[in-house]
């Protein structure tokens, strides 16, 4: 048996990966229908049924890239990891990448990662990207921060963002990612209070987007973004079963941008662990990816964000063994997790 919080490490990056492959191909689609996703989800789950794996994506991608350099390093090492993501993009360039990012790659290795910083700095004219690829990859920093002070989180993760993505809602997208998965490791089981949870990450954000000396602000610019889209996740939970799709793109969004897209990934976790109307399943893991797949939009992401703070809530055993054959390279998450749980155990052990 594998011991409880090595399961939970399992379960996210599982979860992660499941939320990605499944989620992908509703990716940019209209939303797909409640019957359509019930049978979806019924026919992956069907131990006769034999169809070749579902694919990852950028998504999966990048986080396999985060989780290998933090095993190899021992820690995050900035230039390990920029090299990490345009080795992996040039190897495998079709895997559905932002069309952005793209730049950033190709400037890390035309200035032969001279500053690994530098390039992502330079997008979208100086403000950076807010797209949602440094908060999609960020599940392996949560779980390599479980024993660490939370500042040492949020500086890693934010670290780790601005390799692709420098503006403040991009990072800070990646940070609020992280401290959810966090949270639901540090939750104990059984235990999970939907507005605690999210009342917690409140107050975390709160610290987190307060302006510091170098944030660039516009005049007037809201800096409390995240703690905003947290208060309306509070407030959809008030309104429990009444809340539609629509209500959910309007208040959080379902787009590729990290303010309209890790709030919703959150939402999808708290809502799941109870049923939602026209979700057949009874299991709350898969309930998690079901629900952030029918908010359309984008999908893959939502869906694989919501999935690994899940997997690190509810642990491995939670997650259906039907439905992780039809994901591409599992075992690789699997041994990751394993890893990544090892050596926060070393350092416990050193420290
Ligand atoms: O954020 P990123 O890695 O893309 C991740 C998404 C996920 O959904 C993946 O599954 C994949 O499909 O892509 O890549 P970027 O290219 O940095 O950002 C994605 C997109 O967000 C950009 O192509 C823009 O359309 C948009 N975007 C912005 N638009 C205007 N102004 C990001 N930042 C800005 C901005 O500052
Ligand atoms: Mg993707
Ligand atoms: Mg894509
Ligand atoms: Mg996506």
Known sequence: AVEAMAGRFRGCLV??????????????????????????????????????????????????????????????VAQDMAKRFVKEFYAEPRRGYGSNVVDVFAALRATKFRDVYAPAAMQFNGRGSYGNGGAMRAAPIALFCHNSTMQELVDTAKDMALLTHANRLGYNGTVLQCLAVHEALQTPKNDLNCVKFVENLIEKMKQVEKPGKDDILDEGEEPFVYVKKLERVLGLLECKDSVDT???????????????????????????????????????????????????????????????????????????????????????AIEQADQLHNLVKARASTS
């Open 15 to 76: 979860g992660a990966l499941m939320g990605d492959c499944l989620g992908a191909p509703f990716e940019g689609e209209p939303r797909a229908s409640p019957s359509v996703l019930n049978s979806y989800f019924r026919r992956l789950n069907d131990p006769d049924l034999k169809v070749p794996y579902k694919q990852y994506t950028d998504d999966t991608a990048m986080m396999r890239c985060v989780a290998l350099s933090l095993i190899e390093e021992k820690g995050y």
């Open 246 to 332: 629509d209500q959910v793109e309007e208040e959080l969004g379902v787009d590729i941008s990290a303010h309209k897209s890790v709030a919703t990934a959150i939402y999808s976790f708290v809502r799941a662990s109870c049923p939602i109307p026209n979700i057949e399943t009874e299991n709350e893991f898969q309930r998690t990816l079901h629900y952030a797949v029918s908010l359309g939009g984008d999908t893959d992401t939502i869906a694989s964000m919501a999935g690994s703070i899940a997997g690190a809530y509810y642990g491995i055993e939670k997650v259906p063994k039907n439905l992780e054959r039809h994901c591409e390279a599992l075992a690789d």
